[in-house]
């Protein structure tokens, strides 16, 4: 009983500092994410290993950020299912990597295949639901975002003054309330502004939908032509890419109507479309020789960039095995 009292107060203790130290803490999760970086090639079984620290960094980093959004009174929706479900494809988003090393290292090629499959159909599945039930559009990547924690607090402490104002029924103008203007030298007599919560139209949401469906089957689809064609064949290559394509020209349609925080997340997509340059066939027949050279002529021109640049060069086609069929989820 003692232990379990002892324990008990570990994590109060814990949770006390991780509220009272955000910055510290997040320090710490920044030097745990890179030292991965660091391990790899230095002791055995420098993969696996590597993916396990950044796997628990990024965990970690998780676990945190609940504690930092309970702090502030801002759990109450973390128990609803779209949250569960978006907390286990966030905790999948992190680990599959090291899954798939680790069942590698046990059972071959063949059982890392078969993992990813799993994953796979697993991250599918569960976005549908998102998609279909909550109609979350696009999805994020990962669904739980890192917290941007001072701009949390800050937020959180001006929301404290939300009932600043009130909303005449008939006319709906937004008055500001007596009590809640604030100081004469700080005012600039402008009117409250209100956000546009304005609905899309059917057939926007239509298409957005479909956009959404052809990005969340594209791991699906892209394991398929691997299945069928090869890992080092241009057709599953461009399938996977004429796959993003569509689903970006449908979303820009739209782009004009849709919120801030979607269009944020189309243009993160949009930048992973330089990771098929290290993607097999394009990787091995044309951007690993320039990545190459661009690397070793940095290296010979700038000082101390060697100690980047050849660890680099060194890993780069290892990295490429591990990481060129992941699809920048």
Not at 65 to 77: F, M, Q, R, T
Not at 167 to 191: C, Y
Request: charged content about 20%; proline content about 4%; aromatic content about 12%.
């Amino acid at each position: 009983m003692d232990k379990k009292l002892s324990l008990k107060e570990l994590m109060t203790a814990y949770q006390r500092w991780v509220i009272n130290n955000p910055s510290l803490v997040t320090d710490v999760e920044t030097v745990a994410t890179w030292s991965s970086y660091f391990i790899a090639g230095k002791i055995n079984k420098s993969p696996i290993v590597s993916e396990l620290v950044y796997a628990l960094s990024k965990l970690l980093s998780l676990f945190n950020d609940k504690i930092i959004n309970a702090a502030y009174g801002n759990n109450a929706s973390q128990f609803s299912l779209q949250e569960q479900i978006k907390l286990w494809l966030t905790i999948v988003h992190y680990c599959e990597v090291f899954v798939e090393l680790a069942v590698k290292y046990k059972c071959g090629t063949r059982g890392k295949w078969t993992a990813a499959i799993i994953i796979q159909m697993f991250k599918c599945s569960s976005a549908l639901v998102l998609l279909y039930r909550f109609k979350d559009i696009p999805i994020q990547h990962p669904p739980i975002p890192a917290l941007q924690r001072k701009k949390f607090t800050e937020t959180v402490e001006s929301e404290e003054n939300r009932d600043a104002s009130f909303t005449l029924k008939r006319s709906g103008r937004v008055i500001r309330r007596v009590e809640g203007a604030p100081p004469i030298s700080l005012r600039d007599w402008q009117p409250i502004k209100v956000e546009d919560n304005s609905i899309p139209s059917a057939i926007e949401i239509r298409d957005l939908k479909h956009a959404e469906l052809i990005h969340i089957f594209k791991p699906i689809v892209h394991l398929g032509a691997m299945k069928l064609f090869g890992t080092k064949s241009w057709k599953q290559w461009l399938i996977a890419l004429g796959l993003d394509v569509t689903s970006f020209q449908l979303y820009n349609k739209h782009m004009n109507e849709i919120s801030y925080e979607q269009r944020l997340e189309i243009s993160r997509r949009k930048l992973s479309l330089v990771l098929y340059l290290l993607r097999s066939p394009m990787y091995n027949s044309y951007s690993k020789r320039v990545i190459e050279n661009f690397l070793e002529s940095t290296s010979n021109k700038i000082p101390a960039m060697s100690f980047i640049c050849q660890p680099i060069i060194q890993y780069l086609n290892h990295w490429q095995d591990i990481y060129f069929y992941m699809w920048a989820m």
